[in-house]
Structures are given as C-alpha cells and as structure tokens.
C-alpha cells in the first residue's frame, strides 16, 4: 500500500459529459430545421438581451469546473429523480453567485437547487456540452419525467442558489407549521416579497433533518441547539434557505430539502462576505476575464487595446483597474482558461500602461460589469483581437502560476484533451 | 498530487475508491460529494485490483512520477488524519501583512515522547474559517478581539488547533504552500464539525443502503437461499445498530461502484428480500474497510448478483423506502459509453 497526498479537484470530471434524452440519436438541424427568424442566440462580442434568455432550477449534479461546465437534474413537472443530469456550460461572462455574492463553479457543493437563466450555444459547433434541438423544452422527454426537463437552452448566463436569487429578486421564505422536534415530517413554506408580504403566495412543502444547518448571526446551529434552547417552531419568521434536494419517500415526484437556514440579516451578511472574499482571492490569481472591443493598430506591433470587463465580481476588484498602473493581457479561450501558462500567465501576456478606465453611466447588459479599461502595449497578439476573451491584470494583485488543469497547452492541444475517449485506457 | 516539485505543475491524478473504499471529512464519515473541491486530502491506495475493470486510467503515461497506486482505500482531509493519527496542530507565530497571514506550525502527535515536528509555513486570509465553540468567525472578528494581529508578528504560543487545508497558487516560485481554509480552535467545534458532517452521511446511507460483499451463499430449493454478508467500514455505529435479528431487509446487486444495479421503480423493487437471521460482531480488530459486522439473512430469490465476492447494497427494516436518482443506478441494459462517454455523444456539423 501506498500512502500520497492529493488535491482533490477533478474526480467529477467524466460525469459531466451525461447525454441526456435526446443528444444520442438525434442531430438539431434534422427534425428541428432552424428558422433563423425565431431563434436566439448570444452573439460574440454583445452582451445577450435577458428577455430571451429561458430561466429554469436544477440541482447540480456533476462540475467540470476547469471548463467551466457540469449538468444539473432540471426541475420539471414530472417525477424528478428520473431526470438525467442535464449538460450545461457557463458563457465566458456567465456569472455563478452563491450565498448572495460572486463564486465560481468550484464554490458550489454538489446537490444545491440553482436558479438559471440560459440560452441556445451561441456557436454549436464550438459547445463543449451536447447540443440540442432547439425546441427542446417544449417536448415530453417521456418515461415520467415530463416537459422542459432537457433545455437546448444549456449556455448560462446567471446560475445562482437560493439565497442569491431571493435577494436579488427582494423575496424572503416564510415556514408554516413548522415543529423542529419532528424533522423527517414536511412542512410548508411560503415565497414572499420581503416587503410588504403576499397573502396569496402558493405553500410549498419542503423537508429538513437533523444534517440542516442554521445560521443565527455569528453562531453555526443544528436543530438539536434550538430545541434545547426550548425553541420549537420558527413560525412566520422571514428567512432565508438554501435548498438541496433527497430522494423522496411514497411515490412524491418532488420535493425540495432545507440544507440551511438564515434566521436573521447578520448571518446571511457573514455568509456573503465569506463568499465574496473567496472569490475576490480567487479572482486575483486568475485575473479578471473581459473581452476585447476594439484595437487600435500602431507600429512594430504596438496598439491600443480596449476590453470590457465581465460582470458580478466585487467591486473592490473593479476598482483594482487605474489609469497609469501597468497591467497585463492574456489570451484566454470561451473557459476562461488562460492560453499557455507553463511559467505563469504573466510569463506569455502582454503588458502595458492602462491608458483610461471609462465606467458606463445608466444600467449595463447583465454579463457586464459596465467597465471599459483601455491599455497600449507592444505586443498584440492573435488572442488580443476585437471579441475574443482575455484575461487581465490590473497590476496591484500578485503574479502566481496557476495549476496544470487550468491553462491550455503551448502548441500541443488535441481534441482528446478536451473530450477524453475509452482509448486512454490500455487494452489488455 | 504533491512531490517534490513545483505543485502547480502536477496534473490532475485520477483515484477510484475501492467498493470498501472510505472517505472522512471533519473526523467523520462521508461521500466524494461532501468533499469541497480544492481540498487537501490524505491517501491511502493500492494498484487496480483487476486493471481490466477499472474506472480509471491504469498505466498513467506522463513524465511526472504518478503512481499507479490510484484505487484508494482511505480518503481523508487534515483533520480526519490528525483525528485518526491522534495528532494536532501547534501554532507558534502569524505575520500578517495586507490581510494575508503567514503562520508557523507544526503537526505534532499529543503524545510528547515523540520527536519533535519540523515547522511548516502556511498562508490564511480573509477567506479562512475560524470556529470556536458554537461560533463561526472571520479573521477581521478575531483582529476585532484582539487575539489577533492586524499587521506584524505575533506569537501563538504554540496553541493546539485541527487545521483544514487547500491550496492557492504561490507567489515567488514557492514549490508547495498549503493554504489554511478552516481552524478549529477548540474541542466543542471539532465535535460539532464532527456531528454535522456525520448527521449527513448517515442521512445518505439510509437513504443508498449499506454497502457490503457477499461472503457465503447456502443454496436451499426453488431460489432459496441464506446470504451471509460482511457491511463495510468507516459508517457511524447508529447505522450498523439498525441491522437487528428478526427485521426484514432488502439486498440488491450493486457494482465496484456502488451504485445499485436496477432502479427505475426504486432500488427496493428488484432487491431480494428477507429475514435477518443473525447480526455476528466480530470480536478483536478488524481490517480497514470491514466494519467487522456480518449480516445472515434468508431470501426466496437469489440472483447473480448475489454471489460470494460480489458487492451488495443492504438496507435495514428501519431505514425510509426511497428511490435514488438516475445516476445512481446502472439501467437494465448499460453499454460502455454509460461507463466512458466518448465524443460521439455530441453531433456532427
């Protein structure tokens, strides 16, 4: 026996390739011949308008989240436990959000319930997960599970849990009939405006055990601390919950699983904060994605470049960008991985004043962060062209080397690379 | 997968889990899906028992030295090793500079005979957990204190704490730095980091069955037969209690995977069923991945999937009659892609 130490990272990676009903035998394009009238897709270089995105939930099944993509079991009307994990992949601006504040895929504990909002691969000979007819959520995937539960729409432009969503769309939870000393039993909870409440909001039954955590201010409960303080109903209390989901017993097509509760604002501000530090650190090593809108060609291979910077991150990251510092410009693929990176991104990116940050006045497109940082260098490149990806650094954060899995290789990638076939197994 | 070499480098290494295979999280039982992605974890493994069968990649072919040890025995995170190893971490000094901290530790057995431990040098930030009592704090809440510096050094004193470590990239070509995620600064917030991740697993388990090999088969007439299984490791003792003489279980095939063989209707559906006959504790030590608890239990429908050596799936009378999802059983007739999907799941343009 043999005894090692391991960066537990990828042991998710196979499964997020699942084929869900229909990518196996049936090519788009065939049955559902593409009427380019009706159909939607992000284009590159333009934020994607949010009124023809299609919003779903699902639970997140498997992560791929070097590449930025994993499949989630969608909610549908029909028996949940039947719905294959669902292939999806982030968009280069898409923004993941988890307790209320910016995360990345790697952030999210398998099993969470995510609220999406997605479209049609913008480019489906370039989707690195299946594509599928685009009428997708309109039909019955049979076998009980119902319709909408494999969207074509797989390319994510927000995927956030429960807590993100409801602060963003201002709704609190409120729990009915609640008895903490009888946890397998369900209880009903209501979806509420946090102002004002709704008398007329739909009950739902959810369920929680003795693994629900519960987060009061700065202490970490279980039900057990609550009933030994003599608590024994959390009635009418306006909360906050992080959903999950557990097989269900007797035949229940679904019903969803309190895996935390926030009793008060205090806690939920700690757990954004958390987040929110991770992420920013996160995002320091990596280095802020953005895509390049225009180049201004000079001499010997000097030019003004001007990139707009993704959406979601901290502010303080933003604010990272000064003019005059000297930042750095790396290629970067729709992943976000970094193009070469065997001595650090910095080691390939090019650099060079920033020339202006000019931040948009009014609203920017969700995806956005509203930011256009100009900078010159003497080293453009071909992955420094009008509406590719890059990554950039505004000079104050640190230059580390990141690890194997997350930058692409100098002149060796292969497809295999990107979707592992049987043949790396030997034959025997 | 850590060498004497820069980390970053290092690919990412594939493991398979042995059916008996186990994995702690916090000092207690749990699944790969408890386990945040970016932690560091401590091995246990040994060479594909059948390198025909295995899920993963059997004769690594890279030019760094990965080891073909890559079907795992144990899995556990810093704390379940210091836990299990009866070990502690000593904090002796913190140097904080921009929000960043550098600490000075050592990992030392609590028995003080031992040789003393070599210091080590790892990073925390703003993004580490602290835990005391029934409390989850920040750094900024601790500098709010006052027991720790907002800048310079400060010395700890050698204070004993459980570490969880991740890595973060290093500056300044620094070969290996671990990155400290989680401290435990007391005794009650270990054991209640412990009940929590304990209560999860348990839930899990009810709800998959208890995984287990066959041991002995005794044929009887028409598909009869007593089935003789030894449940595997690494559970809390809650779990195997709920297998009691005279309750009615159910046992279905499963594969090296776990995962149930069959399930559409619900792993109960194709399972055999039948009385417990007899709960036998095995006395003195048993080998890592046996929990030493062997279940005799009588059925009228013994199948191929029941066999001695096989891996089973056994639940106990007490335990929610539930169905899993999808991916977690094999369907009735499973092909290789099921198993290695490969590019052709995805259309031709």
């Not at chain 1, 159909?39 to 639970?59: C, M, N, S, V, W």
């Not at chain 1, 035949?251 to 008060?264: A, E, M, V, Y």
């Not at chain 1, 020339?355 to 100009?374: E, H, L, N, R, W």
Request: proline share 8%; hydrophobic share 35%; aromatic share 8%.
């Amino acid at each position: 026996m043999k005894t090692f130490v391991v960066l537990g990272s990828l042991f998710l990676v196979l499964g997020s390739l699942d084929v869900s009903a229909f990518a196996a035998n049936e090519t788009p394009g065939t049955k559902s011949k593409e009427q380019t009238a009706e159909i939607y897709r992000p284009q590159a270089g333009k934020f994607p308008d949010l009124a023809k995105a299609h919003t779903y939930r699902g639970e997140l099944v498997f992560v791929d989240h070097v590449n930025r993509r994993g499949s989630l079991r969608v909610l549908g009307v029909g028996v949940f436990r039947r719905n294959d994990p669902h292939p999806f992949a982030m968009l280069p601006y898409g923004m993941i959000r988890y307790h209320g504040a910016p995360a990345d895929l790697r952030d999210i504990p398998l099993g969470t319930i995510m609220h999406v909002t997605a479209y049609l691969p913008p480019d489906p000979k370039l989707s690195s997960v299946p594509v599928l007819p685009v009428d997708s959520k309109d039909r019955d995937a049979n076998h009980y599970r119902g319709i909408g539960v494999f969207p074509a729409e797989n390319h994510v432009l927000l995927l956030e849990d429960e807590p993100s969503y409801c602060q963003r769309m201002g709704m609190t939870w409120k729990l009915k009939g609640l008895d903490l000393e009888k946890p397998p039993g369900p209880i009903l909870a209501t979806l509420e405006p946090k102002q004002g409440g709704d008398s007329k909001a739909t009950e739902q039954k959810l369920t929680f055990d003795s693994a629900t955590r519960i987060w009061r201010g700065r202490e970490a409960l279980s039900v057990a601390d609550l009933i030994a303080e003599g608590k024994k109903s959390l009635d009418g209390q306006s909360l906050q919950l992080g959903l999950t989901w557990k097989p269900c017993p007797d035949g229940i097509f679904l019903r969803l699983h309190i895996s935390d509760i926030w009793l008060d604002d205090a806690a939920m501000q700690r757990s954004a904060q958390n987040q929110a530090e991770t992420h920013k650190a996160f995002i320091r090593s990596r280095w802020m994605p953005a895509w390049v809108d225009s180049v201004e060609y000079g001499k010997f291979g000097r030019a003004k470049v001007t990139v707009t910077l993704f959406g979601g991150m901290d502010p303080t990251l933003y604010a990272d960008f000064q003019k005059a510092n000297t930042a750095r410009i790396n290629a970067a693929e729709n992943t976000l991985k970094h193009a070469g990176g065997h001595y650090g991104p910095a080691h390939m990116a090019s650099r060079g004043p920033i020339a202006d940050v000019i931040k948009f006045t009014g609203a920017a497109p969700m995806g956005s962060s509203g930011i256009q940082v100009v900078m010159e260098t003497d080293l453009i490149i071909e992955g420094i062209r009008p509406g590719k990806v890059v990554r950039i650094h505004p000079g104050p954060w640190a230059a580390v080397d990141l690890p194997r899995e997350e930058y692409l290789g100098d002149g060796e990638f292969r497809l295999e690379d990107r979707f592992p076939t049987p043949a790396i197994f030997p034959k025997y | 997968m850590e060498f004497k070499s820069e980390f970053f480098r290092s690919p990412p290494t594939p493991v398979a889990l042995l059916p008996y295979g186990m994995v702690r999280y916090h000092g207690a039982p749990a699944d790969l899906r408890d386990i945040p992605l970016g932690t560091i974890l401590n091995i246990k493994a040994f060479l594909p028992p059948d390198p025909k069968n295995s899920s993963v990649v059997t004769t690594p072919n890279h030019w760094y030295p990965l080891p073909p040890e890559n079907h795992a025995m144990l899995i556990e995170d810093e704390p379940s090793l210091c836990l299990r190893e009866g070990k502690t971490w000593r904090l002796k000094e913190v140097d904080m500079k921009n929000d960043q901290g550098l600490v000075v530790a050592t990992c030392e057995s609590k028995d003080a005979a031992e040789a003393k431990a070599p210091e080590q040098k790892m990073t925390l930030d703003a993004t580490t957990r602290f835990w005391r009592g029934r409390e989850s704090l920040k750094l900024a809440d601790l500098i709010a204190e006052g027991t720790w510096p907002a800048s310079g050094k400060k010395s700890l004193g050698g204070q004993s704490v459980l570490l969880g470590l991740c890595w973060k990239p290093c500056p300044d070509g620094i070969f290996v730095r671990y990155h400290i995620s989680d401290i435990w600064l007391d005794e009650t917030s270990t054991q209640r980091a412990i009940q929590s991740q304990t209560e999860v697993h348990k839930s899990l388990i009810r709800s998959r069955w208890m995984p287990a090999f066959v041991d002995n088969v005794e044929y009887g007439k028409f598909g009869r037969a007593k089935v003789t299984v030894t449940l595997f490791g690494g559970m809390d003792p809650a779990l195997y209690a709920d297998f009691k003489k005279g309750g009615q279980t159910a046992i279905n095939g499963a594969e090296n995977t776990l995962k149930h063989a069959g399930g559409s209707y619900g792993p109960a559906h194709m399972a055999s069923k039948g009385p417990i006959l007899e709960v036998v504790k095995t006395s003195g030590a048993v080998p890592m991945g046996s929990s030493g608890v062997q279940v005799t239990m009588e059925t009228d429908l013994i199948i191929e999937g029941i066999r001695p050596g096989r891996v089973v799936r056994i639940r106990a009378s007490d335990w929610p009659n539930l169905y899993v999802p999808r991916e977690e059983y094999i369907g009735d007739h499973p092909s290789v892609e099921d198993r290695f999907p490969s590019p052709a799941l995805f259309p031709r343009y």
